[in-house]
Nanobody
Framework: QVQLAESGGGLVQAGGALKLSCTASTDIFTTDTVGWYRQAPGKQREPVGWFTFGGSTHYVDSVKGRFTISQDNAKNSVYLQMNTLKPEDTGVYYC?????WGQGTQVTVSS
């Protein structure tokens, strides 16, 4: 069993930035792709981007150029740096690896 824990969410004004963290209880990020997802109120969960264990990153079009995923294997952590935030980025952000999910962290962007 692997536990994932997100942190770093909060309330920020449009144009601001937040950095989310996802910390695993094992070194799963060295062997598995980790994805970031978000779920806005009343909407389905959607992918934001993902970081492969080979070191490549991929992003959905809506966040390209604004969000960056990075990894620190020594800390069993993956990060989501979110810049130039927009109100439509509001939602609960989750990380996932293999079949494991964190509990999510709330991001609210005010206009």
């Amino acid at each position: 069993q692997v536990q994932l824990a997100e942190s770093g969410g909060g309330l920020v004004q449009a144009g601001g930035a937040l950095k989310l963290s996802c910390t695993a209880s094992t070194d799963i990020f060295t062997t598995d792709t980790v994805g970031w997802y978000r779920q806005a109120p009343g909407k389905q969960r959607e992918p934001v981007g993902w970081f492969t264990f080979g070191g490549s990153t991929h992003y959905v079009d809506s966040v390209k150029g604004r969000f960056t995923i990075s990894q620190d294997n020594a800390k069993n952590s993956v990060y989501l740096q979110m810049n130039t935030l927009k109100p439509e980025d509001t939602g609960v952000y989750y990380c996932s690896a293999r079949a494991f999910w964190g509990q999510g962290t709330q991001v609210t962007v005010s206009s």
